[in-house]
């Protein structure tokens, strides 16, 4: 099974820095999610990438295939970026399967 | 607008009493699944369906049970509710094709 690890759990910035948020996975995947839950629950979906990188607006996606590792970023942050941000892979890599999560990052961007 | 839908919000019930949580999604997504979030554990997959009438277990299957006979709806039910099974609880949905993942807006499950 893939065992998801995130890092840091928390962060705190001032807005307008450049954030980095990390997750490494230990079995080979066919893609990768990055999800964000802001504060009162939802979840929504921000990329699912296989490869390479994604952009959308301020964030930014990559991952590492062969070092089994994707960071996200936030350019420009601002305090609503402010949301727990979350990675999740297949189980055990496959692209019909099942996901297993990271615990999370706290991100908190101050005014 | 795209959506998925789940019911009740919220609920506070009592140990052995069964309930059902229903999803539906109306994105015509092949893949729908249930997950529990819990502080301290993050999320974990309940169960999952890949199409119509096929299911499989997640990490923490125990206590629950689900259905897929039609496309958009993935019930979650829990034939007799414990404790250890309060939590918040997310449906989601995705297509085969691009892979992302909708969620509905959570259901906040107590049991007594």
């Known amino acids: 099974k893939n065992e998801v690890e995130q890092s840091p759990q928390n962060l705190t910035a001032q807005e307008g820095e450049f954030i980095t948020i990390n997750c490494s996975y230990s079995v080979g995947i066919s893609a990768l999610h990055w999800l964000q839950q802001h504060p009162g629950g939802g979840i929504v979906s921000l990329f699912m990438l296989s490869s390479g990188k994604k952009k959308h607006g301020r964030l930014i996606a990559t991952i590492n295939i062969q070092e089994k590792h994707s960071s996200l970023h936030i350019t420009a942050s601002h305090p609503r970026d402010s949301a727990v941000y979350i990675c999740?892979?297949?189980?055990?890599?496959?692209?019909?399967?099942?996901?297993?999560f990271g615990k999370g990052t706290h991100l908190i961007i101050q005014p | 607008e795209a959506q998925v839908t789940q019911n009740p919000r919220y609920l506070i019930t009592v140990t052995g009493k069964k309930l059902t949580v229903t999803c539906s999604q109306n994105m015509n997504h092949e893949y729908m699944s249930w997950y529990r979030q819990d502080p301290g554990l993050g999320l974990r997959q309940i169960y999952y369906s890949m199409n119509v009438e096929v299911t499989d277990k997640g990490d923490v299957p125990e206590g629950y049970k689900v259905s897929r006979k039609e496309k958009r709806n993935f019930p979650l039910i829990l034939e007799s509710p414990s404790p250890n099974q309060t939590s918040l609880y997310f449906c989601a949905s995705g297509g085969q094709n691009t892979g992302e993942l909708f969620f509905g807006e959570g259901s906040r499950l107590t049991v007594l």
């Open positions: 999740a892979a297949p189980y055990s890599g496959g692209g019909a399967d099942g996901l297993t």
